[in-house]
């Protein structure tokens, strides 16, 4: 079925790259997105990629897709504290309405 | 600007009580959604709307109800049916896919947070 999948912890230094790793399970996805969640707030839109592309780069974040292992990353480059967050790794799938599956997000932290 | 606004931030529920949360959005979107996010899990949906006067159930939508009367506003009432409500709330909206090389990704309110007391 239907499965997005991501480690739950990640710890970085200041100053280090991060990347965070995401599984999905549907090949017909057509978009993968990257969402951001701070401390009691909503999800904010980081950057998504269309199926039929390898890399985006956008000033720090970089993501990358491997379709053929159903493999996406998101690195980011220059890890500041106010990078510290949730990110939800999110696949479209088909069926008759825009459906997105969201992984249960990856815990970044951040320390000096 | 255009944006999604949900409200109240904070509500608390006596046991046995219904309470609603609002949504709102002035995106022109024609699908919304939403979501509950309970501590360290991802999201899960409820209730989705693709369109005025329809919505469809998620995952766990027993204990929820929805109704979608305006484009704008897609209003999530907790029943008393609901045994653990405490969670974080989240209401999504997006345009149709529609096959087409168009990114319909979702936006996000700023979330609910409710609290049985």
């Known amino acids: 079925g239907e499965d997005v999948e991501q480690s739950l912890f990640l710890s970085v230094r200041e100053g280090d790259s991060s990347v965070i790793n995401c599984t999905y399970t549907?090949?017909?996805?057509?978009?993968l997105y990257w969402y951001k969640q701070e401390p009691g707030a909503g999800l904010q839109l980081l950057t998504y990629i269309f199926s039929n592309m390898d890399m985006k780069q956008d000033q720090r974040l970089t993501v990358l897709l491997n379709k053929k292992d159903k493999h996406l990353s998101l690195r980011i480059a220059d890890t500041q504290t106010g990078d510290s967050a949730i990110y939800f790794c999110?696949?479209?799938?088909?069926?008759?309405?825009?459906?997105?599956?969201f992984g249960a997000g990856t815990r970044l932290a951040v320390h000096p | 600007d255009g944006g999604i606004t949900q409200s109240p931030k904070y509500l608390f529920r006596k046991e046995g009580q219904n309470v609603t949360l609002s949504c709102e959005q002035n995106l022109n979107h024609d699908a919304m959604y939403w979501y509950r996010q309970d501590p360290g899990q991802g999201l899960r949906l409820i209730y989705y709307s693709q369109i005025v006067n329809d919505f469809q159930k998620g995952d766990i939508a027993e204990g929820y109800s929805v109704s979608r009367e305006k484009k704008e506003s897609f209003p999530l009432t907790v029943t008393s049916a609901q045994k653990n409500p405490t969670a974080f709330y989240l209401c999504?909206?997006?345009?149709?896919?529609?096959?087409?090389?168009?990114?319909?990704?979702?936006?996000f309110g700023s979330g609910t947070r409710l609290t049985v007391v």
């Open positions: 999110a696949e479209s799938i088909g069926g008759g309405y825009n459906k997105l599956i």
């Open positions: 549907d090949s017909s996805s057509t978009y």
């Open positions: 999504a909206s997006s345009n149709h896919g529609t096959g087409h090389q168009d990114n319909y990704g979702y936006t």
